[in-house]
């Protein structure tokens, strides 16, 4: 036996000694929160809105851990067209007692309707209670964060790309037309410059297509914010003018439901928890008031928490996921039609709604997606963009794109759901504007 | 049958002969009085065991006669679930035979995977899957540093190796979104680029690791309790090693400086600098001490892979469904466990129509009766703790 | 008021009641200190907090909360035990830990009871403990529990040699087994200047293995053991064992404060404080020692008491002795 009482001894412990002296590697979690990095894989939130029932994720689930009912419904024939069924989501569950946490069901997805959160306390006493219905992972989707970027020397996918070409392009745009307004009347106040702004994009050719679908994009850059009106102008702007319907960027604030909210938490939920909730029975009674507003009359300004972009904030988020970069580019295709609406409400201003100026809210406040104060919320917001929006927005830039009033209202009266008829009104506009292109009209931009 | 070397009622140790009769006593009437041995179950459920290996043990007091490794408890099927998987599935599913080490196990798989396809992977992907198996494997190492320690009474190193883990997890958290099962490596590259900082944060951890390594040299290694706990403690000489195909720590512990990664370079291991380490006596000491060692290694490798990530894509274009085309193909990497090779036969569909694994665990593990035969029972957790295994790494 | 009083407590009767509230008071509080201690200063030197909840401030009432929850569990006695022996172990093991501080001079009046062979008396009852283990191994019926307690037992008959031999080595210089006299015939900085130094460390260590305490802990060495002889205990008999570890401790570092370190004397102002205050430091190196070292093998432990600390402890004895003799030194 080697000797017992030896320097080996006393190092150690020197070593536990001068451990005790430095602070503690740990964290009292239930008091301090973990900062999770963006692709943490907490929990899977669901937008049922981009679901359009392909069944991928079931399919490629390893354990077959998700549950998807869904029926058909006819949609009404189109002009000449055949009548086509449409997959609706009746059910999306996912048991998260036997989900193994691969990502494979959130990489699958090609119209980005699932998205990790790194929600993680949603432990239940009985397994039973780990499956989640659809509701529960919309809430969800409520703390998605926005992505990380990309470490030096990555390819950037191509959506963020095209998104950040048609954002500089917005950007160098809206400067001219500031400037423009600026030479115009010097010395006028910010809200004036403001209110002049949305309607000189139209003047100088800020499409159409990109002005709807870019709120979200244009909003940060420096001379949107130099426009940036107050909710009233923007809301005023609205009423008044078709064009000027879609400043870049009102102010509105999506806000939560205080009573919501108190109860949740008086009923023990998470802080987190009870918040996102609380958010989201905000959003769904302000979006029913948006909507009897609309219906009661389309000059009416928008109440100040205009309604809620459902899906704008989670939409910015599988920007970083490389994930259907080709397909849902051209607003042609169906899948684009029905992702697109939700992804970029679009054209409000021909249906003279102030519509237009929901996504900019939910997307940028930062209460939204990051409720411990993810430092990543308002900064990284500017910095991407829903696909379906960069998309729609890539390929403005060589199409205006309108939505074609006749089909709307045809669609309208068959009894679709609006947001579909104008996404179809979309779509059928931009066929129209393809074909005069190849017949020779020079749309592009 | 005895051998008698006390007078009148005394005891003696007789040699093993199989009989299982250890200490002969006689009465007066010098009768032999047999003692009984006793049958200990060390496990499933036994804290030395970190999973659910059973040893069926033969006890003569405190000394070992007989050792039988029963395993089987944490059997999963993998080999056969995998035929019923896709590859990208598999991928998911391999991160937990070996749940310290995941990215290993899936490199594996995707390497296997890419050979039978014949497919040229990115060169930034490549760089940045060595970097994140590098850091797995010190992630699988510390977990083991920690743990011998505890086995053996100490439970501070447990923290601390936690401790580093943490760091290192944040980084990998950060990078997968996975803590355990990173699930990242993708038939032709990676699931997605790297976030920004990633490099520098694997920067910063180097030094700082090193730095902390020093610690567990005093704490541990240089404690003379643990020497004398741990040395010509387990011995397993060369020779008995390579027959049992014992591999990694083990192997080099006993003199052999066999590493895939240096004698069958994958990845971009014949393009970095890095040694071998071999210990002399490949007791238990030299066990720990080539873990410690290795992981200095693997933070060697990764100062040179940090600065040299290449720019570039991180996956090649592959078809919705990867069918890899009929045939076979083997591929055998140094996971940190030792050596770890999959097998595949493919008939030119969604999945492999046979999938084998050769698990280090496995093969380090049957050496136990050897090593425990004629040890004391405290030696015993001496020598099971040096062994590193992982009991899903073993019963797969 | 204070002759009153004094008188009062001339009273056989009335003083008897006070010493021994005195003393339970004592064993009730100071175990529950070191253990939080222990808490604490593990956690630190594991970079780790530890308790922090309970109590509001940093978890001081972690042990009270414990000892709740003890008391709630289940007392579960295996089927195969030996009932009347499982059920009464922890008792005999806890009954001459509390006993042990009733013989502690905490002041320089402060002698509950005083006996010529007080230090005797003390090693004595501290080592009846082991009894309680061997009980709680043997009827246990269960094969880990008996292995620790045997561990045990051995361990104490190697340990009990150089404790009892340090020990007198202190007697011998002291001239009395009276640890009131030895602690009078101690200067404030006690025997630790001289050759009794060796004494202490022997002592120390001899105390450490006799408490089971790291890196002495084979008998309950869990990774290898499960947890010796308590693994069959639950609820408040498991308790009961804990708090005579936690006794031990106190009562170990008190007997070699009051051999070695002067009792309760100090630079200034002599009092019970000081041996507090000891008895906090030396059991402060107990739990330090526990957070930094692995365990020894049992033939090891067992072989550095015969071959290592029998020796030094006889001829310290033989040193001290000689010096005596021809009254040099201290
Ligand atoms: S994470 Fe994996 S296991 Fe879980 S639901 Fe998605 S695909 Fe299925
Ligand atoms: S893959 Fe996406 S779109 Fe398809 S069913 Fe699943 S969630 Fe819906």
Known sequence: MPALKGVGLLKGLGVTLKTMTRPAATRQYPHVKPDLPARSRGVIALIEENCTVCMLCARECPDWCIYIDSHKEQVAPKEGGRARTRNLLDRFAIDFALCMYCGICVEVCPFDALHWSPEFEYAEHQIEKLTHEMDTLRTWAYSVPAPDPLEEGAIEPKEIESARKAREAVAAKAAAAAEQARAAAPPVPAPAAAATQPAAATTTGAAAGTATTTPTAAAPTPVAGDAAPAASAGAAGAGTTTAAARPADVEVEPGIDQATYDRLLAAGESDRTARAKAKAAYMRRAKAEARAAQAAGATEPAPAPAAPAEAAAPTQVPAGEGAPAAEPASVETPAAATAAPETAPPAPSAVGTPEGAEPAADARDPDARSPEGDPTASGTAAEVVAPGAAAAQADAEHLEIEVDQETYDRLIEAGEPERTARAKAKAAYARKLRAAQRDGGGAGS | ?396 | MIDAARDLLDNYWVLMPVKVLAVLAIFLTFPLVVGYMEHKVMAHMQARLGPMEAGRFHGVLQLVADGIKFVQKESIIPKAADKWVFALAPAVALIPAILVFGFIPYGPDLVPIRSDVGLFVTLALSSVSVIGVLMAAWSSANKYSLMGGIRAAAQLIAYELPLVLAAAAVAMQAGSADLAVIVERQGWWGYIVGPLVIGFFVYGTAALAELTRPPFDMPVADSELVFGHLTEYTGLRFAFFLLTEYAGIVSQSAIAATLFLGGWKGPFLDGPWWLAAKVLALSFVVIWARSTYPRLREDQLQSFAWLRLVPVSLALLLVVGFLKVYEVGI
């Open chain 2, 1 to 396: 049958m005895a051998t008698e070397l006390g007078q009148q009622g005394g005891a003696a140790f007789q040699a093993a002969d199989g009989t299982g009769v250890g200490i002969i006593v006689r009465d007066k009437a010098d009768r032999e009085l047999h003692t009984q041995d006793m049958t200990l179950n060390v496990g499933p459920q036994h804290p030395a065991t970190h999973g659910v290996l059973r040893v069926l043990v033969t006890l003569d007091g405190e000394m070992i006669e007989d050792a039988q490794p029963v395993i089987g408890y944490m059997h999963r099927s993998f080999e056969k679930l995998a035929e019923y998987r896709d590859y990208r599935q598999i991928i998911a599913l391999v991160n937990r035979h070996d749940w310290v080490s995941s990215i290993c196990n899936e490199l594996g798989v995707a390497l296997v995977v890419e050979r039978q396809m014949d497919l040229e992977v990115p060169e930034r992907a490549t760089w940045i899957r060595m970097l994140m198996a590098e850091w797995t494997r010190v992630l699988n190492h510390l977990m083991f540093v920690g743990s011998y320690p505890l086995e053996l009474g100490a439970i501070t190193p447990m923290f601390y190796a936690f401790r580093e883990r943490e760091e290192i997890q944040a980084l990998m958290e950060w990078i997968t979104g996975g803590r355990l099962h990173l699930t990242y490596c993708r038939v032709g590259g990676l699931k997605q680029d790297l976030p920004r900082g990633a490099i520098q944060m694997s920067r910063d951890l180097v030094p700082r690791m090193r730095e902390r390594l020093k610690e567990y040299e005093d704490l541990v290694l240089g404690n003379e309790i643990f020497a004398a706990r741990t040395k010509g403690i387990g011995v397993l000489p060369a020779d008995v090693a390579c027959s049992y195909g014992v591999s990694g720590a083990l192997l080099q512990a006993a003199g052999v400086p066999e590493d895939s990664r240096k004698t069958e370079p994958y990845l971009f291991y014949d393009q970095v600098e890095f040694d071998v380490p071999t210990g002399r006596n490949g007791d238990s000491y030299d066990r720990y001490a080539t873990l410690l060692a290795r992981i200095r290694e693997s933070l060697r490798i990764i100062e040179q892979v940090n600065e040299r990530i290449p720019p570039g894509p991180v996956n090649v274009k592959l078809p919705k469904v990867v069918r890899a085309p009929q045939g076979h193909a083997y591929v055998r990497t140094e996971a940190p466990l030792g050596q770890l090779s999959y097998y595949m036969v493919s008939h030119n569909e969604k999945t492999p129509w046979r999938f084998k694994m050769r698990t280090p665990s496995f093969n380090n593990v049957s050496s136990l009766p050897y090593l425990l035969k004629g040890t004391l029972l405290p030696d015993m957790i001496a020598v099971m703790g040096s062994m590193f295994f992982i009991v899903g790494d073993i019963d797969r």
